[in-house]
């Protein structure tokens, strides 16, 4: 991955201007527990992707990264806001290695800090160094993205009680749920740097493709990856009964007694506490590696990295009406990178 280190050195040095616009609209203050609970996800870490996409968007279309510095921070607040919600529909105990918000903070004011986070998305677009015509666009932008989310998520939920669901309403859920507030950070980056309507929507139909494409790698590596570098159990999503590309994919190519064979193990230990512990026993990971073996039988794992690495070429392709640039260099690597890596 040596290509790709001074990319993830921009990043990261990037980041720090961005957590600088997050932390001073989330500052340590009264009511505490609420100012707290908001802050627990940002302080976390992670590796600010998103915002980095606002910031390097505005650059390679001409513009001043700075000028869209409180719009990143937007675009981070909205992910973070949707990370503490996830986490309390989910039920999950853990985020990055860390406690999630409800777990430390109970239900209640993990929703109410999921709220402060997504209110402070519309102050820091508030706060952009941009004139009123723009702040008008993107504030639009950033409510489409966030609509986007939901219906995402929505269509997400309601997949957990059916058995099959077709390659295309998966791809319509993803694209909310996931390729919207790539597609949202590009966006906004390219209004704030330009007036450029091809280069808006080159950048806008980038951001959706990559965001598209990196979902379906994180669920191609489920069942690809090696555990330490995945930092979960291999199969895990089949266990979990998650509807993906992948599965979407075989049930449309499965012969019947394959499919019944599939669903014996599919979805097994959904909500099941001791589900994570059970991927240790024997039994357990012979079922998975056998309802992996279905899926390579149907080249269901190969077609979703195919349709990955694909939607990152056609992503980048549509970014050659830019002038070259660092800038455009960088999401370009970026979007290669999210198909090729490890973890």
């Not at 505005?58 to 719009?71: M, S």
């Not at 309390?88 to 109410?112: C, F, Q, S, Y």
């Not at 209110?119 to 993205?145: C, G, M």
């Not at 080159?202 to 493709?209: D, E, Q, S, T, V």
Request: proline residues 3%; aromatic residues 8%.
């Amino acid at each position: 991955m040596g290509k790709y280190d001074e990319l993830f050195a921009r990043v990261k040095e990037m980041a720090k201007d961005v957590d600088r616009a997050i932390f001073e609209l989330i500052p340590e203050k009264e009511p505490k527990n609420l100012y707290d609970a908001s802050r627990h996800y940002p302080l976390a870490g992670g590796k600010r992707v998103r915002p980095f996409v606002v910031l390097r968007a505005a650059e390679a279309v001409g513009g001043d990264p700075r000028k869209a510095l409180y719009p990143a921070a937007a675009v981070e607040f909205i992910h973070n806001y949707s990370l503490v919600h996830d986490d309390i529909m989910d039920m999950d105990e853990l985020r990055r290695g860390r406690p999630t918000v409800h777990k430390l903070w109970g239900v209640n004011m993990a929703i109410l800090a999921g709220d402060l986070l997504f209110s402070k998305a519309f102050e820091a677009i508030a706060k952009a160094e941009v004139n009123p015509e723009k702040k008008a666009r993107i504030l639009d932008v950033l409510v489409r993205t966030s609509n986007m989310l939901c219906e995402g998520q929505a269509l997400d939920i309601e997949f957990e009680t059916r058995e099959e669901v077709t390659v295309e309403e998966y791809l319509k859920m993803i694209s909310g749920k996931t390729g919207a507030l790539f597609e949202g950070s590009a966006e906004i980056g390219a209004i704030v740097g330009t007036e450029n309507e091809e280069y808006i929507k080159a950048l806008a139909k980038w951001g959706m493709n990559v965001g598209i494409a990196f979902q379906i790698w994180d669920d191609v590596l489920d069942l690809i990856a090696d555990e330490e570098k995945l930092g979960k159990p291999v199969g895990s999503d089949i266990r979990k009964g998650k509807k993906t590309l992948i599965v979407s994919h075989f049930f449309q190519h499965a012969s019947e007694d394959d499919k019944a064979e599939f669903m014996r193990v599919f979805g097994k230990y959904a909500g099941d506490a001791k589900g994570d512990a059970l991927i240790h026993d024997e039994k357990v990971k012979e079922e998975v590696e056998r309802a992996i073996e279905l899926l390579r039988k149907y080249g269901s794992i190969d077609y979703a990295a195919e349709y990955a690495k694909n939607l990152v070429r056609e992503a980048n392709e549509a970014l050659k009406v830019l002038p070259e640039s660092e800038a455009r260099k960088d999401l370009e690597l970026l979007a290669e990178f999210l198909v090729e890596r490890e973890f």
